[in-house]
Structures are given as structure tokens and as C-alpha cells.
């Protein structure tokens, strides 16, 4: 199985692009992100989910290994097949993704090309449990690598959301009332609310 590559961006194609990697070209399918973010003749380094199947070889890239576990689980939700994930990971980046789920946000996920609002609201739903540890991973490797064309990383009050759904779910609290506790809080408080805030005020939430 092919789980990286690094080489040259030969051509870019609407959802793939060709990567040269020592004269070998390899076409791999991205988001329309990361294709946003591939300029030809430069060296780029996707990580590589590869799906073989009995008439194809397909290999799908990501700028990070979190966009390749969000892919994955993307599909585990009934109706998401690879390209609605990659259509998500494309309007949205993993850390957008991960607030909109933390948030129950479904018309955040319904802008993506293929979903319609039954998939979005199913996606969030099912999600909500499993998706909080893997934003705090998103949230720190969008800040590792400066520079870096990955994820923009989360505007101020995702990163606040996420930090409190994570110390709430440290705290004991399962990863849907902590989702649910600090979305009530940012409803109360509102998009300026800091962490320490969303928190206090999620705890006062979940003791209800």
C-alpha cells in the first residue's frame, strides 16, 4: 500500500492531480483544497489513502494525516462515499469540519458538493461521538507546521469551542454532552466567549 508520496505536481487536473515521484507519475484524487494549494513544477508531499478494488487502483491525498483520518471517517456514515468526503474536505477545512460537528452545525457541512440536508444532518449526528479527539489533533497539527498548506487552522471561537469540548471530555464527560454543553454555552455567550468561559459555563450546563 502507497502511504505517502513526495514529488514534483506534473499537471493538475479538476479533482486529481499527477505527481512525479523519480519519473514515475502517480494520479491522485484531492479535494479541491489541496488542488487550490498545488502549483505545478513544485514539490509537494501528500499522505496517501489507497483504495484497491478489482477493477481500479485509486489513490486519494491529503495534506495531513488528521485530513486522512477525517476522510476515513467521513465514510463510515451511510451515504458517504469517497467523493461526497472529499467533496466536505474540500469546502471545508478539518478544523471547520470538526466545529461544525462539535456545534451541530449541518448547513456548514451542507455546502459541500453532493450533500443534501438529511446527509449533512446525519453526518453531524453520528459524528458528534467520535469526532472530538480527532479536532484537537486537527487543531494542533494546523499550528506545528508554519507556513505549512494544510488546514487554516480555526478561526478564534472554533479554537475556543474545541479547546472546551476537550477539557470538558478530560473532565469525564462524554464527547456528545460536552459537544452539546459548550454549543449551549456559545448560543448564551456568544462567538467572543474565550475557552475559560465556554467552559465555566458548559459546567454549569452539564450540572443541570
Known sequence: ???????????????????????????VQ?????L????LGEMASLTIDTHVREDAIRLY???????RSWFRMLQTVQGVGSKVALGVLGVLSTGDLANAIALQNSAAVEQAP?????LAQRIVAELKDKAPGLSV????????????????GLPAEGMAAAEAISALSNLG??????????AAALKELGTTADTA???RRGLRELAR
Do not use: C, W
Not at 453532493?114 to 438529511?118: I, Q, T
Not at 489533533?137 to 487554516?152: F, I, S, Y
Open 1 to 27: 500500500m502507497i502511504g505517502k508520496l513526495k514529488g514534483l505536481v506534473d499537471a493538475i487536473g479538476e479533482s486529481h492531480a499527477i505527481i512525479d515521484v523519480n519519473g514515475v507519475g502517480y494520479e
Open 30 to 34: 484531492l479535494s479541491a483544497r489541496t
Open 36 to 39: 487550490r494549494n498545488l502549483k
Open 61 to 67: 491525498g491529503f495534506t495531513s494525516e488528521v485530513e
Open 114 to 118: 453532493g450533500v443534501g440536508k438529511k
Open 137 to 152: 489533533t486537527g487543531l494542533n497539527a494546523g499550528t506545528a507546521a508554519k507556513g505549512a498548506p494544510t488546514d487554516e
Open 173 to 182: 464527560y462524554n464527547p456528545g454532552q460536552a459537544s452539546a454543553a459548550v
Open 197 to 199: 468561559q465556554l467552559i
